[in-house]
C-alpha cells in the first residue's frame, strides 16, 4: 500500500489560477543493500555475505557499463542507460564535447515493475 498526502500548487503558467490539490508518495521506510542481501539469503541457498557481494558486483558492472555508453538491461527488472543535455550549435562543425552540459542516467522499467505500479493501492494519510 503506497500512502500519500496532498500538496497544494499553483499553475506556473498561470499564476493568477487557484491553487490545485495533487498527491505525492510518502515512502514507508528503505532498504539497503545488506537488507537486500539478508532476504535473498534467506530465500536462496546463498550466503549473506555471497548475495552481498554478487549486488556489489552487479552495481560496478551497471556503472562501468553505462560509462561505455552501453545500455544495461537488467533482466525483467528494467533498464539503464545514459542521456545527454546539451547546448545547441548552429551547425554540426561548430558543435564540441564542451556543449554537452550533463549526462543523466535513465531507468526504463520493465514489463513486471510496469505491471506492478498499475496494481499498487494508495491509502490518504494526513
Not at 537488467?74 to 542507460?81: A, D, H, I
Request: hydrophobic residues 35%; aromatic residues 8%; charged residues 25%.
Amino acid at each position: 500500500m503506497i500512502q500519500f498526502k496532498l500538496i497544494p500548487k499553483r499553475n506556473p503558467q498561470n499564476n493568477t489560477a487557484p491553487e490545485k490539490f495533487y498527491a505525492t508518495a510518502i515512502a514507508g521506510g528503505e532498504v539497503d543493500f545488506e537488507f537486500l542481501a539478508e532476504q535473498i539469503a534467506y530465500e536462496t541457498t546463498l550466503t549473506e555475505t555471497d548475495c552481498y557481494a554478487v549486488l556489489l558486483s552487479l552495481e560496478r558492472n551497471i556503472l562501468r557499463q553505462l560509462q561505455q555508453g552501453k545500455i544495461v538491461r537488467v533482466g525483467r527488472l528494467g533498464n539503464f542507460n545514459v542521456t545527454l543535455k546539451s547546448k545547441g550549435s548552429a551547425t554540426m562543425q561548430e558543435f564540441t564535447s564542451a556543449d554537452i552540459v550533463k549526462g543523466r542516467v535513465r531507468f526504463r522499467p520493465g514489463k513486471k515493475l510496469n505491471k506492478m505500479s498499475q496494481e499498487l493501492s494508495y491509502k490518504k494519510i494526513t
